[in-house]
């Protein structure tokens, strides 16, 4: 199953891409997906206080929005945060796999 579709939409494919997507909408888009993230970040702290993956991820994805972190890193970072997500109970879950998409957008903007 492909992650994204075949027909993609424009306005989510950067500029350089042939898409319609500004880097500053880019970075607006993935701070709200850092917003939606944190907003169910308890969820995985609270399965698992010991684990900081998801939480780095957020501020990995902070970093790139602010030009501090590049793409690759970000991209990088995703994997991890997913990985934290791995075995636990949904809410646990999809709280860690929320960060990981989160952090991904730095790569792909549909995420």
């Not at 306005?11 to 607006?28: A, E, F, K, N, S």
């Not at 997500?85 to 790569?107: C, E, I, N, W």
Request: charged share 25%; hydrophobic share 45%.
């Amino acid at each position: 199953m492909p992650i994204l579709p075949t027909d993609r939409d424009p306005r989510l494919i950067t500029v350089r891409r042939g898409g319609t997507l500004t880097d500053d909408h880019h970075r607006m888009l993935a701070g709200w997906a850092v917003a939606c993230a944190d907003h169910v970040l308890p969820c995985f702290e609270r399965e698992a206080p010991d684990d900081d993956r998801p939480r780095q991820a957020l501020e990995v994805a902070r970093g790139w929005i602010r030009g501090e972190v590049p793409m690759r890193e970000a991209h990088r970072t995703a994997f991890v945060a997913n990985a934290a997500g791995k075995g636990r109970p949904d809410p646990a879950r999809f709280a860690a796999l929320a960060a990981g998409q989160a952090v991904a957008v730095a790569h792909v903007a549909a995420h």
